[in-house]
Structures are given as structure tokens and as C-alpha cells.
């Protein structure tokens, strides 16, 4: 299955004797397995969210359950990345997406039919695990199939297109799901799904890996979990709860185990992490546009979707409908990619990237007032092309940065980004934006004047005395009779209402 000199065209060791050999039609056929798998990574990501009430009263599950059930795969997910992408150089990276894609299947199967939350929560965290091996392991075969520079661009932009384009159609998908199926549909939707991939990468992907691979090491990964999953969860228990005793050891316990990190993989001869690239301006320049990227765009499809089914009444499916264009224009950044790259170069296209995108946010900003939806869907189109450009050149840089055999690595790391970017946009954002929600709502405190000048109530109150009854004639019984119009002696009052009066 591993060979140590594969051909230069899909081969995972470098060989600088050969120049870069176009891709041909089985690398693009590769390369649409990968996307399709990294796309339905993204529409799980956001499509539980409306799955949440569903759930909850099926598996009468907890405040705290729930909390779980929505955070325990982003958990797993950035916990993992770093150590998966290493191991991913080392064992074979074909041979850990088929185990990712495998495992992901199984844990989406036992999601759909968890009978109890506690068995939905191991069965997230598990997707999250399989999904850490997912994420990178693609990445990397992208990098080391497509060896031409310009066609490897374009193959990242389909890439980030299936990334950030899965991002936005998870809430058009759940919508769909669920007005016809009941919540488990939104995970049993990935099983016809994974096979097809599955079935793909093993009779398309190469395998590759690192030849000079050392061994794993373990406290390196331990050490990694320790600095990710307590900053996560720092970040996601502030944006909750706010600023308290707990979030902050978990961030003092982040930031210790990072700087235990970091001297342990300069003492050591093969790292996990080459931490000697964030010394090079460019690349720790491009990981935080990454970062921003993901964290505008995440922040963006979370409030914008409660935006259009909250103020403007629109159901979840036609939610998902309305922002399309961000989608389909990220989509059409793979057609220009390639062209604007190479005539401004990464950091100019990077800077006008973001011009683009912040261009857009300022139109939705402008709009969200006005009736119509053109002003939105311009704005929406705007995000979409800076987002998209801005995501394919952080990660076709991020990528060039290293070797070929260690494109794994590299992909984490870039992945990375992507998870951090996705929990501090939620996170930051729904801060200021709770914040300034209750900035703007009015002053209520002069209602309660009134109240005020009134006398206290005693409690209990006073006893009250019960009115005499007045005097009243007695009765007397039958009733006299009531003349009628028609000469009938008959006690009823009415005529009509006497069997012996004419009707």
C-alpha cells in the first residue's frame, strides 16, 4: 500500500529532481471526495442547532445536557487536530481518513438513535474524534496530490469553498430535515454520504506519509489537549456566564500548558509542532487573517440567521434560503483565485480580501433596517467573495510554508485557526452583542413611582365586615298571575313561553 518513491504526481515524498506534473482527472476525481467530506464536516457543525428543541424534549435532557450535547464535538475536534495531523505524516494519511471516515459514520449512527442524552453526548465526542482525523488528513492529500503551484491554489479554493460553504448550508439543510423527519435525520444524513467517500478514497487517494517520521509523542498530544480544550472552554463559559473564578483558571491552565508545550517542542530533535515558523512574520501574519476570517463569518451566519428568523419572521428553511449568497459567491471565488493570487500576491490579496469582506458587513449593517431583500443579498455576496478569498490564500500559504511531508502538520495548524476562529466569533460577538441589546433597551425605573407613593399593604389584610342583607317582602308562592294581551290568566310571565297561548 506505502510506497517510498511514488510517482511525482500523488506521491507524499518530495523529489526536487521532478518538475510539478499537472493534475489530471484523477486527482480532481480525489479531490471531490475530499470536499465532499470536509463540506458535510462543516453542515455538521451548525445543522444541530436547530435540532436542539427537538431533542431536548425527546431525551428530556438537562440545561447541563444540552450544553454538552452542542459543545463536547467542537471539544474533541480542537483538541485533537494537532496530534491527528502528526500522526496523519506518520502512519499514512489515506490510511487515517479512512479510519476517520469509517468512525464518523458509525458515531453518526449511534447519534441519530441515542436513546438517552448521556449516550447523544459520548456519541459527540466521538464525531468530534473522528472528525480531528478528518480535517487535516484532507488538507494534507490536497497539498501533496496537486504538486503544481497554480493548480494546487485552485484545489485549495474548491477546498475552502466546500469549508466555508458547508458552514452556511447546514441551516438550510436542518430545515429541510426537520420539517419532514424527526431529529435524528440530521445525523443519518451522513452515512450514504460517508460511504460514497469512503468508497472514493480508497480507490482514488494514494497513500503518503513522512518517511523520516519519529516516533509519537505522547506528552506532546497530551500537552497540546491541555492548552486547546481549556482555552475553548474558557472562551464559550465567558460568553455564558461571564467573567468568573472558572473561566479564568481554565485560561491560566491553557496558557501554562502552552508554554510547557512550546519548550518541549524546541528541546526536541523531531516536534509535533514546528514552532520555529510562528518566528517568520508572514506566517503567523497569515494564521491571524485566517483566524479573522473564520471569526467574522462564523459570528456572521450565527446572528444573521436569528436576525432573519426572529425580526424578520422567516421559518429555518427560508432562513437557510436567504443566505445562499454568501455560499454560492465563496463558491465563485474558485474561478478567480488563481488570477488574483498571482498578480497581487498572497498578502496584497489577503488585504484586499478583507476590504472586500468588510465592505459587505457595512452594506448588511446599512440594510438590515430597510424593507426589500436586494440591500442583503449585496451584502451577502460581498462577504461571501472576501471570505472566501481571504480563507484560500491563509491556507495556500500556510501550506507552502513547509514540506511536502509535513503537510500535515501544517493543515492542524491551519485548522486550528478555523476551530479558535469559529468559538471566539460565537463567543465574542454574542458577548457584545447581549451587551449592547441591553445598552439600547429603555429605562423602565419610572414605572415604579406610582408604587411608591402608595400606602404599604398590611399582610394579612384587615378583616372586612360582611353587609347586612336588605329588607326584602316575602315571597309569596305560585306567583300572581300577569295579565296578557291575550286574555290568558296564565302565571308565566311571557305569553309566548305558555303552552296554552296562541304562537
Given at each position: 500500500?506505502?510506497?517510498?518513491?511514488?510517482?511525482?504526481?500523488?506521491?507524499?515524498?518530495?523529489?526536487?529532481?521532478?518538475?510539478?506534473?499537472r493534475a489530471g482527472a484523477r486527482?480532481?476525481?480525489?479531490?471531490?471526495?475530499?470536499?465532499?467530506?470536509?463540506?458535510?464536516?462543516?453542515?455538521?457543525?451548525?445543522?444541530?442547532?436547530?435540532?436542539?428543541?427537538?431533542?431536548?424534549?425527546?431525551?428530556?435532557?438537562?440545561?447541563?445536557?444540552?450544553?454538552?450535547?452542542?459543545?463536547?464535538?467542537?471539544?474533541?475536534?480542537?483538541?485533537?487536530?494537532?496530534?491527528?495531523?502528526?500522526?496523519?505524516?506518520?502512519?499514512g494519511r489515506r490510511r487515517l481518513l479512512l479510519i476517520g471516515v469509517a468512525?464518523?459514520?458509525?458515531?453518526?449512527?449511534?447519534?441519530?438513535?441515542?436513546?438517552?442524552?448521556?449516550?447523544?453526548?459520548?456519541?459527540?465526542?466521538?464525531?468530534?474524534?473522528?472528525?480531528?482525523?478528518?480535517?487535516?488528513?484532507?488538507?494534507?492529500?490536497?497539498?501533496n496530490v496537486f504538486t503544481d503551484p497554480a493548480q494546487r491554489t485552485r484545489a485549495i479554493a474548491v477546498w475552502s469553498a466546500g469549508a466555508s460553504g458547508g458552514a452556511a448550508l447546514g441551516p438550510l439543510v436542518g430545515g429541510v430535515l426537520l420539517e419532514h423527519y424527526w431529529w435524528g435525520s440530521v445525523f443519518v444524513i451522513n452515512l450514504p454520504i460517508m460511504l460514497l467517500v469512503l468508497i472514493s478514497v480508497a480507490l482514488l487517494v494514494p497513500e503518503s506519509r513522512n518517511p523520516a517520521a519519529a516516533r509519537f509523542d505522547l506528552v506532546s498530544a497530551a500537552l497540546s489537549v491541555a492548552a486547546i480544550v481549556p482555552l475553548v472552554w474558557a472562551v464559550k463559559h465567558t460568553a455564558k456566564s461571564g467573567i468568573d473564578v472558572a473561566g479564568l483558571l481554565a485560561a491560566a491552565l491553557s496558557v501554562g500548558a502552552a508554554l510547557v508545550f512550546v519548550r518541549r517542542q524546541r528541546a526536541l530533535r523531531t516536534p509535533l509542532v514546528d514552532v520555529t515558523l510562528f518566528a517568520r512574520p508572514a506566517f503567523t501574519g497569515t494564521i491571524l487573517v485566517s483566524l479573522i476570517t473564520i471569526f467574522a463569518f462564523s459570528g456572521l451566519l450565527f446572528f444573521f440567521s436569528q436576525y432573519l428568523?426572529?425580526?424578520?419572521?422567516?421559518?429555518?428553511?427560508?432562513?437557510?434560503?436567504?443566505?445562499?449568497?454568501?455560499?454560492?459567491?465563496?463558491?465563485?471565488?474558485?474561478?478567480?483565485?488563481?488570477?488574483?493570487?498571482?498578480?497581487?500576491?498572497?498578502?496584497?490579496?489577503?488585504?484586499?480580501?478583507?476590504?472586500?469582506?468588510?465592505?459587505?458587513?457595512?452594506?448588511?449593517?446599512?440594510?438590515?433596517?430597510?424593507?426589500?431583500?436586494?440591500?442583503?443579498?449585496?451584502?451577502?455576496?460581498?462577504?461571501?467573495?472576501?471570505?472566501?478569498?481571504?480563507?484560500?490564500?491563509?491556507?495556500d500559504a500556510i501550506l507552502s510554508a513547509v514540506p511536502r511531508e509535513r503537510a500535515g502538520a501544517a493543515s492542524a495548524i491551519s485548522e486550528m485557526s478555523y476551530e479558535l476562529g469559529v468559538a471566539l466569533g460565537i463567543a465574542l460577538l454574542g458577548t457584545l452583542h447581549?451587551?449592547?441589546?441591553?445598552?439600547?433597551?429603555?429605562?423602565?425605573?419610572?414605572?415604579?413611582?406610582?408604587?411608591?407613593?402608595?400606602?404599604?399593604?398590611?399582610?394579612?389584610?384587615?378583616?372586612?365586615?360582611?353587609?347586612?342583607?336588605?329588607?326584602?317582602?316575602?315571597?309569596?308562592?305560585?306567583?300572581?298571575?300577569?295579565?296578557?294581551?291575550?286574555?290568558?290568566?296564565?302565571?308565566?310571565?311571557s305569553p309566548r313561553s305558555c303552552w296554552r297561548c296562541p304562537r
Open positions: 500500500m506505502t510506497s517510498a518513491t511514488p510517482s511525482p504526481s500523488v506521491g507524499a515524498t518530495p523529489d526536487t529532481s521532478h518538475r510539478p506534473v486527482q480532481w476525481a480525489v479531490l471531490g471526495a475530499l470536499t465532499l467530506a470536509v463540506t458535510l464536516l462543516a453542515v455538521d457543525g451548525t445543522v444541530l442547532a436547530l435540532a436542539m428543541p427537538a431533542l431536548t424534549a425527546d431525551l428530556g435532557a438537562t440545561s447541563t445536557e444540552v450544553l454538552w450535547i452542542g459543545d463536547a464535538y467542537s471539544f474533541a475536534l480542537a483538541g485533537l487536530l494537532i496530534s491527528m495531523g502528526t500522526l496523519a505524516d506518520r502512519i468512525g464518523f459514520g458509525l458515531a453518526s449512527l449511534a447519534a441519530a438513535f441515542a436513546p438517552t442524552a448521556g449516550w447523544l453526548i459520548a456519541a459527540r465526542v466521538l464525531l468530534g474524534v473522528a472528525g480531528a482525523t478528518l480535517m487535516p488528513s484532507t488538507l494534507s492529500i490536497v497539498r428568523q426572529l425580526v424578520r419572521g422567516h421559518s429555518p428553511l427560508e432562513a437557510g434560503l436567504r443566505e445562499l449568497p454568501a455560499t454560492l459567491a465563496s463558491i465563485a471565488v474558485v474561478v478567480v483565485a488563481v488570477r488574483i493570487i498571482a498578480r497581487l500576491g498572497v498578502g496584497r490579496a489577503l488585504a484586499a480580501a478583507l476590504l472586500v469582506a468588510a465592505a459587505g458587513l457595512g452594506v448588511l449593517a446599512i440594510t438590515e433596517g430597510a424593507a426589500g431583500y436586494a440591500g442583503l443579498a449585496a451584502g451577502l455576496i460581498l462577504v461571501g467573495l472576501g471570505i472566501g478569498m481571504a480563507f484560500t490564500a491563509s491556507t447581549m451587551a449592547l441589546y441591553r445598552a439600547g433597551l429603555p429605562d423602565l425605573s419610572g414605572l415604579n413611582a406610582p408604587r411608591a407613593r402608595r400606602s404599604p399593604t398590611r399582610w394579612p389584610p384587615a378583616p372586612r365586615p360582611w353587609p347586612a342583607p336588605a329588607s326584602r317582602a316575602p315571597r309569596s308562592w305560585p306567583p300572581p298571575a300577569t295579565p296578557s294581551p291575550t286574555g290568558c290568566r296564565s302565571p308565566r310571565s
